[in-house]
């Protein structure tokens, strides 16, 4: 096997080697576009596959449909470019060096807990486009991990300080080695028209280039509807005595793969909680154990699409205490807001500026609250940016916000129901296992 001189775009590639990273876990390289952050990670880890006996890594990201999705390509051209395609067995799914026995193999993480937890005698892992990874898989990957000198590599370009990677990585400092790199630093080896390219942008606009090409946080733009500022102002608030009586909202999403419940006295969120694709059933159930646990005297609940059966159980058991809420339905302030949706929203905008959001739950509100954008009918109403809009620019779902939006809409000084659809409207709804025509209780939200 013969040897290569490897050269690195960057000093800065040099944490990702053993006489550099003692004692870290965590192995970061974040940055702008064309920064050469893969480029430089692929080499790396094909030099590693040469060197060390039976070296196993996996190449994974949050979603990955098809093989066609992962870095599998990216390593094949370094291979061809180093002129060593001879040293290596390369197949449809893996690859792996003849010699040494070092394997390649390419995994997405979202809804494949068993895998993840498979992963345990791996070496190195590296998570690609690793700002788009969630909390849960985080809290798979990591602790799976464990083999005496294994390394997890991060690469991604920056968007939010509040996405889980970011939080993962402010919370184990000692754990991590972190270099930020951009396209500048590379200029020897990127093309004229990438430059080109990035230096219009630069022209047209300055906010953008920062964050695509300089690698730094996404700012807010004017029609952001609730800024960051108000959310950690209320992250950093203390909790104030108040007599209100506890209330919570219930936000089913489709499929039920993200249901949280949020549970709130006044301007204080008390205690919150999230499942991941629960069985209706076992989440009625628990619901309802929390709600007697906090005392809670009104739940709202999502009744859009999947959330009409959840609810009806859910009403079932706890009767009057429980309140259904469409979120389409029109605005009970037809002056200032379109659908009960947006006047939900503007209710969490104005309760924000006494609230107090407990620290745990930081990371999730803030993504939640402070990207949603925002515009003017005409008539000048307020119309929040539907959720197909809000997903399509590469976030999840509202579903802390819209849980929090709930409770906000059930009249905590008398605790009536103040947004019920006419009762002569009527709904399918699932009754333990068989349909029926229900007169309809729900908040016209």
């Given at each position: 096997?013969?040897?290569?001189?490897?050269?690195?775009?960057?000093?800065?590639?040099?944490?990702?080697?053993?006489?550099?990273?003692?004692?870290?876990?965590?192995?970061?390289?974040?940055?702008?576009?064309?920064?050469?952050?893969?480029?430089?990670?692929?080499?790396?880890?094909?030099?590693?596959?040469?060197?060390?006996?039976?070296?196993?890594?996996?190449?994974?990201?949050?979603?990955?449909?098809?093989?066609?999705?992962?870095?599998?390509?990216?390593?094949?051209?370094?291979?061809?470019?180093?002129?060593?395609?001879?040293?290596?067995?390369?197949?449809?799914?893996?690859?792996?060096?003849?010699?040494?026995?070092?394997?390649?193999?390419?995994?997405?993480?979202?809804?494949?807990?068993?895998?993840?937890?498979?992963?345990?005698?791996?070496?190195?892992?590296?998570?690609?486009?690793?700002?788009?990874?969630?909390k849960e898989s985080l809290g798979?990957?990591?602790?799976?991990?464990?083999?005496?000198?294994?390394?997890?590599?991060?690469?991604?370009?920056?968007?939010?300080?509040?996405?889980?990677?970011?939080?993962?990585?402010?919370?184990?400092?000692?754990?991590?080695?972190?270099?930020?790199?951009?396209?500048?630093?590379?200029?020897?080896?990127?093309?004229?028209?990438?430059?080109?390219?990035?230096?219009?942008?630069?022209?047209?606009?300055?906010?953008?280039?920062?964050?695509?090409?300089?690698?730094?946080?996404?700012?807010?733009s004017e029609d952001t509807f609730?800024?960051?500022?108000?959310?950690?102002?209320?992250?950093?608030?203390?909790?104030?005595?108040?007599?209100?009586?506890?209330?919570?909202?219930?936000?089913?999403?489709?499929?039920?793969?993200?249901?949280?419940?949020?549970?709130?006295?006044?301007?204080?969120?008390?205690?919150?909680?999230?499942?991941?694709?629960?069985?209706?059933?076992?989440?009625?159930?628990?619901?309802?154990?929390?709600?007697?646990?906090?005392?809670?005297?009104?739940?709202?609940?999502?009744?859009?699409?999947?959330?009409?059966?959840?609810?009806?159980?859910?009403?079932?058991?706890?009767?009057?205490?429980?309140?259904?809420?469409?979120?389409?339905?029109?605005?009970?302030?037809?002056?200032?807001?379109?659908?009960?949706?947006?006047?939900?929203?503007?209710?969490?905008?104005?309760?924000?500026?006494?609230?107090?959001?407990?620290?745990?739950?930081?990371?999730?509100?803030?993504?939640?609250?402070?990207?949603?954008?925002?515009?003017?009918?005409?008539?000048?109403?307020?119309?929040?940016?539907?959720?197909?809009?809000?997903?399509?620019?590469?976030?999840?779902?509202?579903?802390?916000?819209?849980?929090?939006?709930?409770?906000?809409?059930?009249?905590?000084?008398?605790?009536?129901?103040?947004?019920?659809?006419?009762?002569?409207?009527?709904?399918?709804?699932?009754?333990?296992?068989?349909?029926?025509?229900?007169?309809?209780?729900?908040?016209?939200?």
């Amino acid at each position: 096997m013969r040897g290569l001189k490897l050269e690195h775009t960057s000093p800065k590639f040099k944490i990702l080697y053993p006489e550099y990273n003692v004692g870290k876990k965590y192995l970061v390289l974040k940055g702008g576009r064309s920064s050469t952050k893969s480029w430089g990670v692929a080499q790396a880890l094909i030099h590693f596959s040469r060197e060390y006996d039976g070296l196993r890594v996996v190449c994974g990201r949050e979603i990955q449909k098809s093989i066609a999705d992962s870095s599998k390509k990216l390593l094949e051209d370094t291979i061809n470019r180093l002129g060593i395609r001879d040293e290596f067995i390369i197949t449809k799914s893996y690859l792996e060096h003849r010699e040494r026995g070092s394997t390649f193999t390419f995994m997405g993480l979202s809804n494949n807990v068993d895998a993840v937890k498979g992963l345990e005698g791996t070496d190195l892992f590296w998570a690609e486009e690793a700002s788009s990874l969630s909390k849960e898989s985080l809290g798979t990957l990591c602790p799976t991990i464990r083999k005496r000198g294994s390394k997890i590599i991060f690469t991604f370009n920056p968007v939010l300080p509040t996405t889980p990677v970011e939080a993962l990585i402010r919370s184990r400092p000692s754990q991590c080695l972190v270099e930020h790199i951009n396209y500048t630093e590379v200029t020897k080896y990127i093309s004229k028209e990438i430059i080109m390219e990035a230096e219009a942008d630069k022209r047209a606009d300055y906010d953008r280039y920062r964050w695509i090409w300089l690698g730094e946080y996404q700012a807010q733009s004017e029609d952001t509807f609730i800024s960051l500022g108000s959310v950690e102002a209320a992250l950093n608030r203390p909790p104030q005595l108040t007599n209100e009586p506890v209330v919570a909202g219930l936000d089913v999403a489709i499929f039920h793969d993200n249901c949280v419940l949020v549970i709130r006295q006044g301007p204080n969120i008390i205690y919150c909680h999230k499942w991941n694709q629960p069985d209706n059933m076992e989440l009625v159930d628990e619901v309802v154990d929390l709600c007697n646990k906090y005392r809670v005297v009104k739940l709202a609940v999502d009744c859009n699409g999947q959330g009409a059966a959840i609810y009806q159980n859910l009403r079932h058991v706890m009767e009057e205490s429980c309140i259904g809420v469409m979120s389409g339905s029109v605005a009970r302030d037809q002056k200032k807001y379109v659908r009960i949706r947006d006047e939900y929203w503007g209710k969490i905008k104005d309760w924000l500026e006494d609230a107090s959001i407990p620290a745990k739950y930081g990371d999730a509100f803030i993504t939640d609250l402070t990207n949603i954008k925002f515009f003017y009918d005409d008539r000048g109403r307020y119309k929040i940016e539907s959720k197909r809009s809000y997903i399509s620019r590469g976030f999840h779902s509202t579903d802390w916000a819209d849980a929090l939006g709930f409770s906000l809409l059930i009249n905590a000084k008398s605790c009536s129901q103040d947004f019920y659809l006419p009762q002569a409207e009527r709904v399918v709804a699932y009754d333990r296992g068989f349909y029926s025509n229900y007169q309809s209780d729900w908040m016209g939200i």
